[in-house]
Every structure is written in C-alpha cells, then in structure tokens.
C-alpha cells in the first residue's frame, strides 16, 4: 500500500503541474492578443500619423516641419503648454539626447501650398496641414558639431511619434 501511494501522488502532482502550465501558456497568449488587438483598434482609431522634413540644423537649434497624414488634428498647444515634444540627439564625444518641451510653432500651413494659418489662434494641425517648429537646446547643452548626425523625434499626445535623421551642414 505505501508503494502505490506514492505512485498515486506522483501522477496526481504531474496532472496538477501539466494543468497549471497549460492554464499560464493559454493565459499569456490569450493577454498578448488582446494587447496587439487594443493597440491596433487604438492606432486606427486615433487616425493620427505623422511625417518629419528636417529644414535646418544649427550648433543649439533645430527647425522641421511636422505634417499631419493621418485623420486626427494634432493639439500643438493650449494656453500655457505645449501638447507635445521634442527630442534631439546627436554625438558630441558621446551621444547626448534631450528631451524639449518648450519648443516654438513658427508657422502653420497647407502641405504643398503657401495658404498660411495665425499661430496664436490656430493651435493645432489638422489632417493635410504641416506645422513649422524649432527647437533650442537647454542652456548648457553642447553644440551640435559640424557633420555630425542629428535625430530628431516629435513625439504627439496620442503617443504617436515622428522621426528623422539629418546632419549639421
């Protein structure tokens, strides 16, 4: 009787751990599409999607144009914030990112047009418009060397991002 037992309880406690492992590995594929799902559904409801055009890079200063493609107006700013940010890295003796939310929106215009928006009063981007932004280094921050690679990432309120790669001429 003692030997049977413990066979017994070892095909108990093998069953016992094959179900567990059966329960976490359904458990976990089940959890990661329900995360690709809800990011999709969110991608395409939010409609947003961006493109960057690099115009200028200075030793402290970027300026670019963030165009609006998808189908959401992008919030540049309301009052007393900015909505967004902006990132800038570039290799000077190593690699230095900064993360910049007190950029300036210089224009706001139609995408291949000269049709020109007020600033002050239209504060944001709709779907077909491109905004003009630069972008200062904070105080302290070393200059950007002369032909060194310069990313630049404009980073929306959706979560949505836009990015580029230039080099200081």
């Known amino acids: 009787m003692g030997f049977s037992v413990t066979i017994a309880s070892t ?9 567990a492992s059966a329960t976490t590995a359904s458990m976990l594929y089940t ?14 409801k939010l409609g947003a999607q961006l493109e960057l055009d690099i115009i200028n890079i200075n030793a402290s200063t970027v300026q670019f144009y963030v165009k609006d493609t998808g189908s959401s107006p992008i ?12 990132i800038v890295a570039y290799n000077n003796s ?25 600033v ?19 105080i302290g921050a070393p200059e950007i060397p002369m032909n060194e690679s310069v990313l630049i990432v404009f980073v929306s309120h959706y979560g949505i991002s836009a990015m ?3 080099v200081r001429a």
């Not at 919030?75 to 902006?86: G, H, I």
């Not at 002050?120 to 904070?138: D, K, V």
Request: glycine share 4%.
């Open 11 to 19: 095909i108990v406690l093998i069953g016992l751990i094959a179900f």
């Open 94 to 118: 190593s690699w230095r990112s900064y993360l910049i939310d007190n950029y300036t929106v210089s224009e706001i215009k139609v995408q291949g047009s000269q049709v020109l928006f007020n």
């Open 164 to 166: 580029k790669k230039g």
């Open 120 to 138: 002050s009063a239209h504060r944001f981007i709709n779907p077909g418009e491109q905004a003009r932004i630069e972008a200062t280094l904070p």
């Open 31 to 44: 959890l990661n599409n329900l995360t690709t799902l809800t990011n999709t559904s969110l991608n395409q």
């Open 75 to 86: 919030f540049l700013r309301s009052q007393t914030f900015n909505w967004n940010s902006v």
